[in-house]
């Protein structure tokens, strides 16, 4: 049987590349509207304007990840057990209490924001009188009170494809307003108006969605449902806690590198920053319907101990994503310079020898992007903690010695060095897991 073959033939492939397709599809015109809006946005704003508020939209993300249980992970890791199962009483006490913790978060994340407002324009934007900008956009935390419990609801109900939907309209409006402000000399706070729009279509459409997934699944009453149905409470806190741990740790040393560049450098080195960071997480398209289709059916599988058909799901994922992302990453490094000047401008291309560093570690992080959630399932939680939370101090050590020194490619740098050492350990863990699991069962 030939390698194609192997592929066309595997039933549940095929039904996660379908799913995934119908995501990517919707992703894909997003993508295209988003490259559009940051055409207009880096020239409207130039390279200051366009780092302030990265750093502006940067906080008010990393505030509310530090409290955050990525509630979508323990939906589908729980929640879609019990669905499963048939245990509809368990899924209802769960989704209930995930809806309601990450509500209490989020509000108390946009409270942090408003009282540290001015100690992020002091030391982060650096910028007199932007106070009220970090106060602003933290409106959005409000508005996605529930997104990533929608978003965990979406996946266990074969209902993901909305989520490229809902991205899609917003995408269309963000990039209708954002247009509006390049072609009738709008300024900085139209566009911050425009991603707030935008951020906030994504948090109610996903939590829309989301209940009218409920309603039929569970019933019309199923959020009256008792915590006391739960009966693995426990488990389900440890996987909440190391998820929150885990979440503030890949946030603060991974995906908060905007803010970090503010501290050690400017807003204008944050603007060329920001422009290699948005042009390689490009990659992020098609990997990400890809995250979002596999998780539950790794942990179906994990669920089901069927080994050797996780093994084999795994090379076949991971096959596929190696072929396109090692074109992708080539593609980008070849003419990076050009994708620069059509993005962002001739002013921006101070941003290249970032973007090269950042495609080094991105590619390798998006090749082997189920490294995190096949620990989850294995019931490894605590595994991703401890590896990222080493890789993330080297990498903060090493960036007070080295951004200063040089500047944006130094900190692409240290970010690839995370993802290549956090991905790798957290990979071999996983794998090492499931071959103790299969002999345990042959013996």
Same mark, same amino acid.
């Given at each position: ?347 921006? !291309?101070?941003?290249?020898? @970032?973007? +090269? &560093?950042?495609?080094?570690? *991105?590619? %390798?992080? $998006? #090749? ?33 010695? !080295?951004?200063?020194?040089? @500047?944006? +490619? &130094?900190?692409?740098?240290? *970010?690839? %060095?995370? $993802? #290549? ?23």
């Amino acid at each position: 049987m030939s390698l194609l073959s192997k592929f066309k033939n595997d039933p549940l492939f095929t039904k996660v590349m379908r799913s995934s397709g119908s995501l990517f599809s919707n992703n894909t015109i997003a993508l295209g509207l988003s490259i559009l809006q940051g055409i207009m946005a880096t020239r409207l704003l130039g390279p200051a304007g366009f780092g302030l508020i990265g750093v502006v939209m940067a906080f008010a993300s990393t505030v509310n990840s530090i409290f955050s249980f990525r509630m979508s992970e323990l939906v589908v890791r729980y929640g879609g057990e019990y669905l499963n199962k048939g245990e509809k009483e368990k899924a209802s006490a769960l989704l209930k209490g995930a809806g309601l913790t990450e509500g209490i978060v989020s509000l108390v994340a946009f409270l942090i924001v408003i009282f540290t407002a001015h100690l992020a324009e002091t030391y982060l934007a650096k910028t007199p009188d932007i106070a009220w900008m970090f106060t602003f956009f933290a409106i959005n935390l409000l508005v996605n009170f529930n997104t990533e419990t929608s978003m965990g609801i979406l996946q266990i109900t074969d209902r993901i494809k909305l989520q490229g939907t809902i991205n899609l309209i917003q995408a269309i409006i963000t990039t209708l307003i954002i247009a509006g402000a390049f072609f009738f000399n709008g300024g900085i706070t139209t566009v911050l108006i425009a991603y707030l729009i935008g951020k906030s279509i994504v948090g109610l459409g996903l939590f829309i969605a989301a209940q009218i997934q409920l309603h039929n699944k569970l019933g019309r009453g199923w959020w009256r449902t008792p915590f006391s149905a739960l009966t693995a409470r426990k488990e389900i806190f440890r996987f909440a806690f190391s998820s929150n741990i885990s979440a503030t740790i890949i946030k603060l040393f991974r995906e908060s590198e905007l803010i970090w560049v503010g501290f050690f450098l400017d807003t204008t080195a944050v603007g060329y920053y920001r422009v290699a960071y948005t042009i390689v997480h490009f990659l992020a398209i098609p990997a990400d319907p890809l995250i979002a289709t596999t998780f539950p059916e790794i942990n179906r599988l994990s669920v089901e101990k069927a080994w050797s058909k996780l093994k084999s799901f795994l090379k076949k994922v991971t096959a596929f994503s190696l072929a396109y992302n090692s074109l992708l990453g080539a593609g980008l490094i070849l003419f990076g310079q050009w994708v620069i000047r059509i993005y962002s401008g001739a002013d921006y !291309l101070d941003a290249y020898p @970032a973007l +090269v &560093a950042l495609t080094i570690g *991105l590619v %390798f992080n $998006y #090749i082997l992007f189920w490294n995190r959630p096949l620990l989850l399932a294995l019931g490894l939680p605590e595994f991703p903690v401890y590896v990222t939370l080493v890789a993330g101090i080297i990498k903060l050590a090493l960036s007070f010695w !080295l951004v200063p020194m040089y @500047a944006v +490619v &130094a900190a692409g740098g240290l *970010l690839s %060095f995370y $993802y #290549i050492a956090s991905v790798g350990l957290m990979v071999l863990r996983g794998l090492q897991k499931i071959k103790q699991n299969e002999n345990r069962t042959h013996h």
